[in-house]
T-cell receptor
């Protein structure tokens, strides 16, 4: 089944404790992206990657890191989480970077709470 | 399930009625638009898209209308069903720029 898989789905952590949210897609998509979703603010892009070893900042990159060592994986790293990073996170992918289509395939989401 | 917003605009419709969800977009240069559906506890799911050289596109039970003059997009759902209950987002794109998402509208379907 074609899908985008995120882990963990739910996580409660404390300020300053490094964590990684993994994202994997099995559709051979070039483009992958991370979003956070907060009440009243919609989906905001954190980082994106147009291909292996190519990553770039989105609208809200502060406090996050990403890597794209393999095509299928795009982990989101919070080196020192803070309470303002409490949010619902989505990973998404699409076949071709620079494509005119915008049909993103989303994961199921990861609910992160930072105490 | 996950809450995507406590204060979203909400549209309540009776099962079997038609639903119209509206969206105002911001960039007059946007040339591609998409509607996504997000059910509780799930990620957004593509519903239908439309390019700026069209003003209407139909899918299965859904129709998207685009009015570029007033920068307005709407999603019409025919014969709304309980399974249509979700949050609906519009998104716009200009050229190869990234998608910009709206904040969403919650659709509630009651018997």
């Amino acid at each position: 089944e074609a899908q985008v898989t995120q882990n963990p789905r739910y996580l409660i952590t404390v300020t300053g404790k490094k964590l990684t949210v993994t994202c994997s897609q099995n559709m051979n998509h070039e483009y992958m992206s991370w979003y956070r979703q907060d009440p009243g603010l919609g989906l905001r892009q954190i980082y994106y990657s147009m291909n292996v070893e190519v990553t770039d900042k989105g609208d809200v990159p502060e406090g996050y890191k990403v890597s794209r060592k393999e095509k299928r994986n795009f982990p989101l790293i919070l080196e020192s989480p803070s309470p303002n990073q409490t949010s619902l996170y989505f990973c998404a992918s699409t076949p071709t970077s620079g494509s005119h289509t915008g049909e993103l395939f989303f994961g199921e989401g990861s609910r992160l709470t930072v105490l | 399930g996950e809450s995507v917003g406590l204060h979203l605009p909400t549209l309540s419709v009776q099962e079997g009625d038609n639903s119209i969800i509206n969206c105002a977009y911001s960039n007059s240069a946007s040339d591609y638009f998409i509607w996504y559906k997000q059910e509780s506890g799930k990620g957004p799911q593509f519903i239908i898209d439309i390019r700026s050289n069209m003003d209407k596109r139909q899918g299965q039970r859904v129709t998207v209308l685009l009015n570029k003059t007033v920068k307005h997009l709407s999603l019409q759902i025919a014969a709304t069903q309980p399974g249509d209950s979700a949050v609906y987002f519009c998104a716009e794109k200009s050229g190869t720029d990234k998608l910009i998402f709206g904040t969403g509208t919650r659709l509630q379907v009651f018997p």
